[in-house]
């Protein structure tokens, strides 16, 4: 009786078009959509163009024209100077032409009208500039036949400073949000899990009641029915995630099997919550489709789908939430796979998903097996 | 030949409201057994918790003469139910949705298509076994509820108003589909406000008002529970009230009355009713056109007793 | 009107649900507003760093509290696991080890291996604290080169590297001041409204416009005497109520979010929103007619909510986006709505100058998208009414 029933809620699950292809097309449109956004702001944080900037000259300063004129040179100059008075130089920053204004009177000094990344390099360039011209100036006059040698070491520039990568994996910010696209797919399947239930409560739709009625025994049918909502769900993430990973080229480390396992655990945990979700009392199926969205929605939230460092905000302020909250969980077994040498973690969250998953059940059936309705 | 189903003093509460009132039933194995009443009256909420779908307040149900639960696997067996609202899979044609339904009763696979394979031809789908329900007229889809409901051969089938918005072709083959079904040897729960069905179909029936069985028999014990035993109707174009009151006297008749052209007398009992009316138009030199004469129906048994019922309450 | 008061009865029975969606919204976009990263401020930020030193001599020390006074210090444990969650989810920034015999090699003049360190993000603020160490050893170098002791050379690398830039921030005009006025934290509150627009209206509106035009009903309708356009209006004019009722909503709780009524340039702000949220529900009327299902409602709901919300600015910053979603973007409705945001309250930052101009050009663009939205439904209406399966 059980692959009976299992058989044909496959059958009529496979059939049921309409969610199966919003839950494969959902992630492939969206996923589209962030690997297009996420893209375009690498472009602009690493390509770089010569800054525009301008010089006043109030007093003239051979050195650091001579130095200017080297950056500025050449297929990968830092900067592209224009000489300008005062009030124009004023009105190009004003139009936005240039990002800043270096004012040789004296020492140096900078003008600038924003707060970015071209601002802070030339800052970064005019404190070096000053820095590099004191030692100079001390040298000079204190250890002058040295000058020489410390004007070559200035040129010589070593980094002592060894990075050790502490993981393998990838460390984009903005991988994470792939890791939710995916989380929200396995939580959006909490909608068939929910169907189940529905359909084979007897105060919940005449199929259910017709059911009641069989001398099958409501465990099988529902157990049956769930089996199949895995199966649906599990191809449906399958296919969510082999479109990250290959077409969209989404890093996921280089434990790729393991993703899909993770993947995978995932489904089944957001196909049970639908279930409980739809064994609770005597809200109307939109009702509790609403409650099934609404909480996956809320999941994703708090585990950044919408805003990045949501889970880093939530895990300072309430670490233990992110132990339980489904999308955390979920994204978080990506993150520890790409980002962890051990397994520790990784297994740790996926077992935390099981039980989860185990406990929805649970209380779906004994919500579901109620044996007489008050009514109908 | 035993009994079925015995159902005692049933009580079933909704808060303030009693849905059915001390209700008791015994219905024998091979009946048509009806269950007739206005909406409202109680036949759904009695079959419900007949199949302990619903929870009730007192009494007892045994089926097979044993304690109906919802755990009774062994009962359910042996009972197929077809409900109000179709109960298919939307996703599943013909074929799959008669074959799952019996397959939640027969494990035999093959014991199973040979059944299914029957219940189509009974129903009369076989040119749509591939149909998903969605695509089949009301009535076919009537057909189809009904055919998942018996595929598996039980010994009980309990109907709940199976032809509402039904062709008359598919209503005609349900009915003798029934009584086919009957005729092999089920027990036939059949609750329906369509009274000439009932009266087509059932052996024993019951009728029911405000959760109380009020009255219960074959159709002759029914029917002869209320006053009217014919009914004449004549047309007429014009009848002074004199005549009316004459008419009145005649034995066996307790009302004469005029309307639209037509003289309606209505008799308890008698013979020759029909004689001694005319003869009196004739005296009176009343010219008639055509003349019916009818014998009362459940419809007129059902609407004098609840309308005693009903009036009975007011007074 | 039997269209208007059918649509109005299925309406309020959904209330329930959809005051679920608005709370959850409320709750997501109050969150957002109060925890929101400004990706673009990278100036003089002071990293949280941890530093582990190995060497423990005078030399060391010195450089651990000079970079002390430049970020902020914070302890760890030294253990693997340890370090790479805090760097993850950015409790610190960088991780700095002082290798043992630091001071001794720095003295002999061997700057090799004087430090690993681990970071996670390959921020700007992690690329300048590693150039900051570099630098300091390169000047200490220096000035050993010129001759002086290591103590010596330390001290002075420290007073050189304290020389900063003499940097004036050139204020334009009255407009800093007058931009000063704008709250920029409370402008994420009115960043987000689009995306929380789009997933409320969407949710509750379609189901019951879709009840409307299932089949059955629909042909019903159709067999009155109501025209197509006539009931494509009056399901415009029931959604209107719901509309507005959920913009106050968000409106009234923005003054709570923001702890005072909304003053001068903010208004315009007020209005930006009631126009997008009519674009919304002009996005959410046209995906009605085509009956999806309830699924089908949530999926497009936050496809199309999260989808213009990346791509228009809304969740990542325009001036993070490149040239070329940019130019995707502008052809989404939502892509103004920001831009007229950014005007209003990160002017003088990543917004234009406010200009009044500008407002009402960006404010129009949208009312542009909700004209060509809604005479696009009264095509797909009268075309199914026409057709007539």
Known sequence: MFWHNFKYELISGLRVKDVIIWLIIFPIILGGFFKIAFNSIYEKTTEFSAIPIAVTETEKNEVFHKVMSQISEGDDALFKVTYAEKNEAVKMLDKKEVYGIIFTDGGLSLSVSDNGIEQTIIKTFVEQYIRQEKIIKDTAMNHPDKLDEVILSLGNNVSANKNIPLTNGNTDYFITFFYNLIAMVALFGSITGLHISISNQGNLSPLGARKCCSPTPKSISLLAGLMGSYILQIICIIISITYVAFVLKIDFGNRLPLVYISGIIGSLMGVSLGFAVGSFGRMSTKAKEGVAMSVSMLSCFFSGLMEGDMKAIVAEKAPWFNEINPAALISDAFYCLNIYDDYDRYIKKNITMIILAVIFVIIGFMLTRRRKYASL | ?315 | MQVFKAFNKIMISRIPIAMIWIIIFLVISIITANNSNDYTEFIDTKLDICIFDEDNTPESKALKEFLGNKHNLISLENDKDTILDALYYERVGYVLTISKGYAEKLESGEINDLFTNYHVHDSYSSTLVGSLIDEYVNTVRSYQISGEGLSEAIKNAEDTLSQEADVKTQSFSEESKENAQYKSDFGYYFQYLPYVFISVIIVVLCPIITTLNNREIKNRTNCSCISSGSQSLQIFLGSIFFIVAVWLFFIIAGIFVKGGFYIKREWFGVLNSFVFILVASAIAILISSFSPSSTGVNVIANIVGLGMSFLCGIFVPQSLLGNGVLKIGKFLPAYWYVKANDMIYFSGDVGESFSLSKIFEYIGIQMVFVVVLFVLVMLIMKAKHDKAE
């Open chain 2, 1 to 315: 030949m035993g009994t079925v189903v015995k159902i005692e003093n049933l009580v079933k509460r909704y808060k303030e409201l009693v849905a059915l009132d001390h209700l008791s039933l015994e219905i024998e194995e091979g009946e048509v057994f009806g269950l007739l009443g206005p909406n409202g009256s109680g036949k759904t909420t009695t079959i419900n918790c007949l199949l302990s779908l619903l929870s009730y307040d007192k009494g007892t149900v045994e089926i097979f003469g044993k304690k109906m639960t919802p755990v009774s696997y062994d009962i359910k067996k042996q009972i197929g139910i077809i409900m109000q609202n179709v109960a298919v899979f939307q996703e599943l044609n013909v074929y799959e949705n008669i074959d799952y339904f019996c397959g939640l009763y027969i494990k035999d696979k093959n014991k199973r298509k040979q059944y299914v394979e029957e219940s189509i031809q009974f129903a009369g789908l076989e040119d749509f076994r591939k149909f998903r329900p969605k695509k089949l007229s009301g009535g076919l889809l009537r057909r189809l509820n009904i055919a998942c409901g018996i595929a598996h051969k039980p010994r009980l089938i309990i109907l709940d108003e199976p032809t509402v918005a039904v062709d008359p072709q598919s209503r005609n083959k349900i009915l003798e589909g029934i009584q086919e079904l009957n005729r092999k040897g089920a027990t036939i729960i059949y609750t329906s406000h369509y009274m000439e069905e009932v009266e087509q179909l059932c052996t024993r029936i019951a009728i029911m008002d405000r959760g109380k069985k009020i009255a219960e028999g074959t159709k002759d014990e029914l029917k002869r529970m209320i006053k009217n035993t014919e009914t004449v109707t004549i047309e007429v174009l014009e009848v002074p009230e004199s005549v009316l009151t004459e008419l009145e006297n005649i034995r066996h008749v307790y009302k004469a009355s005029f309307a639209d052209e037509k003289l309606t007398i209505e008799c308890s009992g008698g013979k020759h009713n029909l004689i001694r009316i005319l003869d009196v138009l004739q005296k009176e030199n009343i010219s008639f056109g055509r003349v019916y004469t009818e014998l009362p129906t459940l419809n007129d048994v059902f609407l004098e007793i609840t309308g005693k019922a009903l009036r009975d309450k007011e007074d």
